[in-house]
C-alpha cells in the first residue's frame, strides 16, 4: 500500500522560480527520503531526513519535515530546465519493525519551462 | 565505487512466454537487494526484496518470482507472463533502510 501521497501531482513552473512539493505520509517513520526519476530513468536519491529532524539542506534542495502533521516538503530553488523529472517521497515507517524495506509515494511530476 | 546493471533495457514478451530479468551489483557485499514495478506515470510497487542469499521476501502475491542466487545477482522470473506484467522493472541495492540506489530499469511489454 502507498505510504506516501505527493502533492500536487503534477506542477509546471517557469524556468528560475521556485518549486515546492509536498508529501503525506500516514504513519510514524524512521525516515523520509525524497528521489527524483528521469523520464525512462531509475531513481536517484536527492536526500534523506530523520524522524528527529526538521529541516536539511542539500544545494538548491531544502526539505522541511513535520512529524505532527505526518507531512513533508522539497523546495527546488531556482529551477532549471534540468530539473525537470518526477520527484518521489519514500518512508521507512515505525511500523516495518526492521524489515529494510521503504514504501514509495506516487511522485509529482515537475516540469521546468525555459 | 558501487554499480548496478539491469538488462534487458527493453523488452516484448507474448503473453504466456517465460521471463527472466538480472539485476547485479557491483562494488558492495552483502546488499539489500530490490525488485519494484511501475506502471505507466504511476509510483513504485514493491515486488520482493532480499536481505542475504536464498532469502526473499514477496510483497506481491503473483506469477512473478525472485531469487538471489549469489551475494549480488538478484533475477525475478515468471513462468508464464500475464498481460498485467507490463511495466517498467526496477532493481535497487542498499545497505539498510537508507537510500536505495536504482539501475537503469527494463521496460517490458507484454503482447
Known amino acids: 500500500s502507498q505510504q506516501g501521497e505527493e502533492d500536487p501531482q503534477a506542477l509546471s513552473i517557469q524556468e528560475g522560480e521556485n518549486a515546492t512539493m509536498n508529501c503525506s505520509y500516514k504513519t510514524s517513520i524512521n525516515n523520509l527520503q525524497w528521489y527524483r526519476q528521469n523520464s525512462g530513468r531509475g531513481l536517484v536519491h536527492l536526500i534523506l531526513i530523520r524522524s528527529n529532524e526538521r529541516e536539511k539542506h542539500s544545494g538548491r534542495l531544502r526539505v522541511t519535515l513535520d512529524t505532527s502533521k505526518k507531512s513533508s516538503s522539497l523546495l527546488i530553488t531556482a529551477s532549471r530546465a534540468a530539473d525537470t523529472a518526477s520527484y518521489f517521497c519514500?518512508?521507512?515507517?515505525?511500523?516495518?519493525?526492521?524489515?529494510?524495506?521503504?514504501?514509495f509515494g506516487t511522485g509529482t511530476r515537475l516540469t521546468i519551462i525555459p | 565505487s558501487q554499480t548496478i546493471h539491469q538488462w534487458p533495457a527493453t523488452l516484448v514478451q507474448p503473453v504466456g512466454s517465460p521471463l527472466s530479468l538480472e539485476c547485479t551489483v557491483e562494488g558492495t557485499s552483502n546488499p539489500n537487494l530490490y525488485w519494484y514495478r511501475q506502471a505507466a506515470g504511476r509510483g513504485l510497487q514493491l515486488l520482493f526484496y532480499?536481505?542475504?542469499?536464498?532469502?526473499i521476501s514477496s510483497e506481491v502475491p503473483q506469477n512473478l518470482s525472485a531469487s538471489r542466487p549469489q551475494d549480488r545477482q538478484f533475477i525475478l522470473s515468471s513462468k508464464k507472463l500475464l498481460l498485467s506484467d507490463s511495466g517498467f522493472y526496477l532493481c535497487a541495492w542498499s545497505l539498510g533502510v537508507y537510500e536505495q540506489y536504482f539501475g537503469p530499469g527494463t521496460r517490458l511489454t507484454v503482447t
Open positions: 532480499s536481505v542475504g542469499i536464498g532469502q
Open positions: 519514500a518512508t521507512d515507517p515505525v511500523s516495518n519493525f526492521g524489515n529494510e524495506k521503504l514504501t
